[in-house]
């Protein structure tokens, strides 16, 4: 990337698409795309799980080729991945956010120069004070040390604060790693930022920072997401991904905007409909009348023809898009606590996570976890589902005590195996038939089952995840974030299924919506390990969470 600090003005066309077409395997996701995207153009892309948005992200950022139509790229583009990013982990998350203007190098550079400088060899010496003021005239170009204040602003209010900028990215979680890469593409200010869902792992008070930002950025961006706010706010474009048709339409208006003009272009493709319909049925009885007569049956087939044609033209009513029915199956019976755990505490390294936690779980009760960023609430459901041990203390399993996970970062699925082997690691007493029915319910069809795990999209892989607990009739369910990447007809249906489940259920979410449908008896809060009776006070606490 060009990392040369703040960007001249924007002037330039950034992105021209033209006549995209895109495919996985044999399923075409979008035909005859064709926008653009310059400086003010703050767009939202939008569509149902799976609908291909994440596809359309990689082809803009050259990962992948498309299947024809042509696409023009100028300028620098900053983009941040559905999925958490990989790379050297043992970095420092401040040098990561610093590379993104290799200022981190830069820095380093000029170390080992000063270094020299101090040097007993002339001419090392010599060298070395030479080549210093190049190296400053460089590291100030590109911002100097303003832009480490202003990365180290970014950060926190993307929740990552001073200490850990100090630590090595392998040591954050997933959710953490993701913000650092948020924050690493907002502090390198390119000229198109292309987010994929980028609230995921953010608190409310992050997302109303991004709101703000987004909404005033200079540069152009398209963001892909689900949060209504984030989009009424901050957009004045919105691209929508009908997977039914596979077509992208271009809408040149804000949100709001936008969802009264779908809701008159469906009702004005429904009068046209009925329109089309009265005015052919007259023909084609008029027609019928006239068959019989020699001199008329050329006319009449015309009439045919035209009221036939006239029907063509009108679309018919659009699909409503396919919603995943889930329930969660009665729970396998068990003792009257099934599980409990025992003055827990965790460390990673120096860093205290929490200590001396107590949980019990009974049968059939409800628990929020509630806690800032970093207050362990992912640590703890680990410790509880036993993926990882605590320093001291236990987790206790009750009688007859049934466990279902729920990973933040799908880390439950194998993503070198395909949809059905997955389900059937955990379903082994269901034959492939009854494995493929429940798929089926939570939308994989046919061949969607012998997809690795790998390719799905977000959403999909949560879906997976889900009929995973389906099938394994737990009688605790540990549930972190389940309403991440799900489209608002999918989150809906897992909401309801939630409402009535009969088990067990701790959840972690910063989906207030997830909250009122599960409806807690009691929250724990983190990292204290504070328990209380649950009140509508804590509300508030939960978009901090
Ligand atoms: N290599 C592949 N082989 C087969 N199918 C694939 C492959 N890669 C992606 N897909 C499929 O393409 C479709 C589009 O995926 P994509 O990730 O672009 O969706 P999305 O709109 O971003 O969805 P979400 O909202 O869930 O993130 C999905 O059905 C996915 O399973
Ligand atoms: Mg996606």
């Not at 100097?144 to 100090?166: D, H, K, P, Q």
Request: charged share 25%; aromatic share 4%; hydrophobic share 40%.
């Amino acid at each position: 990337m060009a990392g040369s600090g703040r960007r001249g003005p924007y002037s330039v066309l950034v992105i021209s698409a033209h006549g995209v077409e895109l495919s996985v395997g044999a399923r075409l996701l979008m035909h005859d795309a064709s926008f653009r995207v310059g400086p003010g153009d703050r767009i939202g892309l939008i569509g149902r799980n799976g609908a291909g948005k994440t596809t359309l992200f990689r082809a803009l950022a050259g990962e992948i080729e498309m299947a024809s139509g042509s696409l023009q790229r100028q300028g620098t583009l900053g983009y941040l991945p559905q999925d958490p990013a990989t790379g050297n982990m043992y970095q420092h998350v401040r040098d990561r956010i610093l590379s993104a203007r290799e200022l981190d190098v830069l820095v380093r550079k000029m170390r080992e120069t000063q270094g020299a400088m101090a040097s007993a060899v002339a001419e090392t010496q010599t060298r070395a004070m030479r080549r210093y003021p190049r190296l400053e005239a460089q590291f100030l170009a590109r911002g100097g040390w303003a832009a480490e204040s202003e990365a180290a602003r970014i950060a926190a209010n993307l929740g990552i604060g001073e200490e850990l900028l100090e630590r090595e990215l392998h040591t954050l979680s997933g959710g953490q790693r993701r913000r650092v890469e948020l924050a690493r593409i907002l502090f390198s200010a390119p000229d198109v930022l292309l987010l994929d869902e980028p609230t995921n792992h953010l608190d409310a008070d992050s997302i109303g920072w991004l709101r703000d930002f987004l909404a005033s950025y200079q540069g152009g961006f398209i963001v892909i997401s689900h949060d209504v706010d984030l989009l009424r706010a901050s957009i004045n474009q919105v691209l929508h991904l009908d997977a039914n048709r596979a077509v992208l339409e271009v809408y040149s208006m804000g949100w709001d905007r936008y969802v009264k003009q779908r809701e008159l272009d469906e009702r004005r493709r429904r009068r046209e409909r009925v329109n089309a319909e009265k005015k052919a049925a007259s023909l084609q009885s008029q027609a019928e009348k006239m068959r019989a007569k020699a001199t008329k049956a050329v006319a009449a087939q015309n009439m045919f023809r035209r009221a036939e044609k006239m029907l063509a033209e009108t679309e018919g009513e659009r699909r409503a898009e396919r919603v995943a029915n889930l329930r969660f199956p009665d729970p396998q019976p068990c003792g009257r606590v099934p599980l409990t755990a025992h003055e827990l505490s965790k460390s990673y390294g120096s860093t205290e996570v929490f200590t001396g936690v107590d949980l019990a779980i009974d049968r059939g009760s409800r628990v929020v976890v509630l806690g800032l960023n970093g207050a362990g609430k992912t640590t703890l459901l680990r410790l509880l589902s036993g993926i990882e041990d605590p320093d001291t203390g236990a987790v206790t399993p009750g009688h007859g005590l049934k466990l279902g996970y729920y990973a933040q970062e799908h880390e439950t699925l194998d993503t070198s195996a395909t949809v059905l082997e997955n389900m059937q690691t955990v379903a082994q007493s269901l034959t492939d038939t009854e494995c493929r029915n429940v798929l089926g319910s939570f939308l994989f069809s046919g061949d969607d089952v012998a997809k690795p795990a790998g390719v799905l999209s977000g959403g999909e892989k949560t879906r997976l995840a889900l009929a995973m607990l389906v099938v394994s009739s737990a009688n605790v369910l540990l549930l972190d974030e389940p309403t991440n990447n799900l489209d608002p007809a999918s989150r809906e249906e897992i909401l309801d299924a939630l409402r009535t489940y009969q088990g067990a259920v701790v959840l972690v979410t910063h989906d207030v919506g997830a909250v009122t449908a599960l409806g807690p008896e009691r929250v724990m809060l983190l990292p204290d390990g504070d328990e209380d009776h649950w009140s509508e006070d804590y509300v508030d606490l939960i978009q901090l969470a």
